[in-house]
């Protein structure tokens, strides 16, 4: 059984200033991505699936203000109509 990614706690680098934010916004999308194969890839337990689901959908919100699914094109049917269900 897998857990909930967290996010990343890479130590940002030294001198860019736009670097924690560049780090912190990689980390939601590494997240994103994790739960959503864990969500596609459970077959076997339907509660475990609909946890990876909702914390998918949560997650969504934020980045689809932060334009991601403006330029990130969602590939998995089931996925997708998730999500643009979820609008």
């Known amino acids: 059984?897998?857990?909930?990614?967290?996010l990343s706690n890479?130590?940002?680098r030294q001198g860019h200033p736009a670097a924690p934010d560049a780090y912190a916004a990689?980390?939601?999308i590494e997240?994103?991505?994790e739960l959503a194969q864990m969500?596609?890839?459970e077959e076997d337990d339907e509660n475990l699936r609909r946890g990876y689901e909702d914390e998918l959908l949560r997650r969504a919100v934020y980045l689809r203000a932060a334009g991601l699914f403006d330029v990130?094109?969602?590939r998995h049917?089931?996925?997708r109509a998730m999500?643009?269900?979820?609008?």
């Open 1 to 6: 059984m897998h857990g909930v990614p967290t």
């Open 10 to 12: 890479r130590e940002p």
């Open 26 to 28: 990689m980390g939601w």
């Open 31 to 33: 997240a994103f991505s």
């Open 39 to 41: 969500a596609i890839a």
């Open 72 to 74: 990130v094109e969602i």
């Open 77 to 79: 049917p089931a996925l």
């Open 83 to 87: 999500l643009d269900d979820a609008r």
